[in-house]
Structure formats: C-alpha cells, structure tokens
C-alpha cells in the first residue's frame, strides 16, 4: 500500500519561508515523478512544481518560479519544497502527489494531476498579511 504524508505546514507571516516534506512509504513505480499541488478554498487544485526521478528534470507554475524550490531524496523517499517569499495568495493545502516516470516527459506530463496516481492528505499552509 502506498502512503504519502505531507508535513511542514502551518501559519506563517508575509515574506516568510516554510519548508514542505512529504514521505512516501509501500511498494510502488521503480522510478517516480513527484509534484505538490494547492488548493485555496472555493478553488480547484492547482499545479506548483513537479520533479523527475533523477531530479534533473524540475518545472514549476510561474507564481512559483523565483520563489519556491522542489527537491528530492529518493534515499529517505522524501521530497521536499521550500516555499520563500511567501505571500497571502500562497495560502492553500499543499498537497504531494506520486505517478510513474515511464512515459511521462515535459510540463504537460508533469503538471497534469492525472500524471500522478497517489495522493497525499494535505498539509494547511496559511500566509498572512
């Protein structure tokens, strides 16, 4: 059974940092593509930042470029995403999502939730003004 678990949430000033992880767990795809993904409420989930098995591979939604940076270690099957900058409109759940790399390649692969077939519970990030 696979399980992904976000931490790191919670409330923090304009301008602030916080940094995000997500621990997957169970049997699945040899090679991964990991993302995070928001959702403020009353809005639909929406694409942050994906990242490739090796990590060389990184894309990210133009709100985030500049500000926000994922990572991996697939040692510790953890990926990470450190959020600067932080602004009220960054206030959403956060959530990591987990797809198979085989045959997913470029920002439309990657920032397509149904690229990815297992989903975390969220973790609340608030940004206030």
């Known amino acids: 059974q696979v399980r992904l678990v976000e931490s790191g949430g919670g409330l923090v000033q304009a301008g602030g940092s916080l940094r995000l992880s997500c621990a997957t767990s169970?049997?699945?795809?040899?090679?991964?593509?990991m993302g995070w993904f928001r959702q403020a409420p009353g809005k639909e989930r929406d694409f942050v930042a994906a990242?490739?098995?090796?990590?060389?591979?990184?894309y990210y939604t133009d709100s985030a470029k500049g500000r926000f940076t994922i990572s991996r270690d697939n040692a510790k099957n953890t990926v990470y995403l450190q959020m600067t900058s932080l602004k009220p409109e960054d206030t959403a759940v956060y959530y990591c999502?987990?797809?198979?790399?085989?045959?997913?390649?470029?920002?439309?692969?990657?920032?397509?939730?149904?690229?990815?077939?297992?989903w975390g519970p969220g973790t609340q990030v608030t940004v206030s003004s």
């Open positions: 999502a987990l797809g198979n790399q085989e045959g997913c390649s470029g920002y439309a692969c990657y920032q397509g939730p149904r690229s990815y077939d297992f």
């Open positions: 169970g049997r699945f795809y040899s090679k991964t593509v």
């Open positions: 990242i490739s098995w090796s990590g060389d591979s990184t």
